[in-house]
């Protein structure tokens, strides 16, 4: 294109950007002139804002829920209006609305633009979503020892225990176990090792979310031509996880015709699940691999960041090992790493809790899609349209919640749970509206059972084999990066690992 034809475009699409900022204005003092503002107003409010919000200049989330706590506000975004719901009541009435008011699936679609970079209308059922709710959770007991021993073997290929002090890449590594673990319970051996096709679900997944960023910015109208721009690199991963997948399904087609729909050795896996359950006309090799590549974005990418901070805090703060092993090692003794066993690590499990809790959560978390006008207890109404966010990190962070909530406490819940007598309202896994990393009510993540399973595994392995230490000797521990509203670990630095020092 020549320069005068981008200098149109680049014309056309500020002044459209300027004229929805105006509708945006007309829209709010028609319909919400009682709801809160937090931010710039008048006629270019809503486009002022939001840059000001996603480069990071102003943060009106924080600043309204420090100044509106237990209320409504609405923070200034362009194209939609969104509305930042906090405190108890407010919470709650997220939680008990239906789906065909507040939809979890309608602002994931938003969101992450799925009509343009997955596939339209694939969260008008996401019955991939269901292989977790349905088989993954209820299975977990019996394919805890598999997935046990795929942890230990990923981590003395990935991390080798050596006498000396080895640096190892946090985030690489850390990425590379979740995605070889979860990969077995979702195509099994010997794809779950192939580094080809873990290198695709990842690379796919940071397409996935770049690609969405752009064009959610992006008016309705040129969403196409901007996707499609933009969109080279999605087509391309998926092919490559093709190639990976088309074999696999042939090969368990001809077992099937051979031995029967129950054949001998049939995996149980996401695979064997979609090529069963998926509706006829997603029976598609291309229909199965976006549905796998869909479920691996919603599970590898917050369990990997799970893992490698609670490495990072293991490293930074480590004055908790011996109390950490002094609690697992007679457990492991008696029984080694069984699903019951975990169970009973409740500091562990407080640790990692606790490492969740100060790095995620999110500004923007729980999000909902308006489908119908809805009026919350307080007597404010949001119109069909707009997205309510919840806001996990200011959560997480509150003194009222949380006494000293920037500090990492790692036995804080450890000690709820003893003083209380309760062995479940505090643990990793029990949702909540001042607990918010896996959300709350009906979609509260249906992966925090394996998701903690896992951890709890991987964190007791690393305690009973390997030293672990930051690399730079000061005590400082990895900055965390930003990605618009959500906190991730820290993707250069590295951690030092050497095998245990009385261990044989
Ligand atoms: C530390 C790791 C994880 C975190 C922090 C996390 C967090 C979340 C959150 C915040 C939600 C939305 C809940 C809501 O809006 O109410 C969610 C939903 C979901 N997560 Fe996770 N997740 C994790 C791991 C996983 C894993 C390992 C899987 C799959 C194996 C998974 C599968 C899902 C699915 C399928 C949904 C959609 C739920 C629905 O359809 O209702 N997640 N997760």
Redesign the pocket.
């Known amino acids: 294109m020549s320069s005068s034809t981008w200098l149109t475009l680049a014309v056309a699409l500020i002044s459209l950007l300027l004229a929805r900022s105006v509708i945006d204005e007309r829209i709010i003092r028609s319909k919400y002139k009682n709801v809160i503002s937090v931010g710039p107003s008048g006629m270019f409010g809503t486009l002022i804002g939001t840059f000001q919000l996603l480069l990071g200049y102003r943060d009106f989330i924080q600043e309204g829920y420090e100044k509106h706590y237990g209320k409504l506000f609405r923070i200034p975004t362009l194209f939609t209006m969104t509305f930042v719901v906090t405190g108890h009541d407010l919470l709650e009435d997220v939680r008990k609305a239906s789906d065909d008011q507040l939809s ?1 699936y309608g602002s994931i679609k938003e969101g992450m633009q799925t009509d343009y970079t997955m596939e339209p209308h694939i969260l008008d059922n ?1 019955y991939h ?1 269901r292989f ?1 709710h349905l088989s ?1 959770t209820r299975d977990l007991g019996g394919r805890f020892p598999e997935l046990r021993e795929e942890v230990i073997t990923a981590f003395s290929e990935l991390v080798p225990p050596t006498d000396d002090w080895t640096s190892f890449p946090a985030w690489l590594t850390g990425k590379s176990i979740v995605l070889r673990v ?1 990969n077995k319970l979702f195509v099994g051996p010997p794809l779950c090792h192939d580094l080809d096709y873990n290198d695709i679900n990842d690379t796919y997944s940071d397409a996935l979310v770049k690609t969405a960023l752009i064009v959610g910015l992006t008016p309705d109208f040129l969403k196409p031509i901007v996707a499609s721009t933009l969109y080279f690199y999605i087509p391309k991963t998926l092919k490559r996880a093709m190639k990976h997948v088309a074999p696999l399904v042939q090969e368990r087609l001809e077992k099937e015709r051979t031995f029967g729909k129950d054949w001998p050795g049939k995996p149980n896996d996401l695979l064997s699940w979609l090529m069963e359950k998926a509706p006829e006309s997603d029976k598609s090799v291309r229909a199965i691999t976006i549905r796998l590549l869909a ?1 691996m974005f ?2 590898y990418r ?2 990997s ?2 893992l490698t901070q609670a490495l990072f805090d293991l490293a930074t703060y480590p004055s908790y090992i011996p109390e950490l092993r002094a609690e697992i090692e007679p457990i492991v003794k008696e029984k080694g790493i069984t699903k019951e066993s975990i169970n009973k690590m409740y500091k562990l499990d407080s640790f990692i809790k606790e490492s ?1 809790r100060l790095r ?1 959560g999110g500004k923007s ?3 909902r899609k308006v489908l119908k006008d809805f009026t919350f207890s307080d007597g404010n109404t949001v119109y069909t349209g707009s997205t309510i966010i919840a806001t996990g990190y200011a959560i997480h962070h509150d003194a009222r919640h949380y006494p000293d909530p920037d500090e990492f406490d790692g036995f804080r819940f450890a000690r709820l749970r003893e003083a209380e007598n309760d062995p479940v309202r505090y643990q990793m896994v029990s949702v909540g509206p001042t607990y918010m ?12 059972f ?2 903690s399973a896992l951890l709890k595994t991987m964190l007791a392995h690393v305690l009973m084999t390997y030293d672990v230490k930051l690399e730079q000797d000061d005590g400082v521990r990895p900055p965390d990066k930003w990605f618009t509203f959500a906190p991730a670990p820290n993707e250069t630095a590295s951690l030092m690992f050497r095998k245990r020092a009385n261990l044989a």
């Open positions: 979890l996401p979503f977790v993954l979860t479920t919603a599970a917050p369990a960041m799970a969740l995620g978390s729980m999000p990393m896996f959300g709350n009510g009906r979609h509260a993540c249906p992966g925090r394996l998701v």
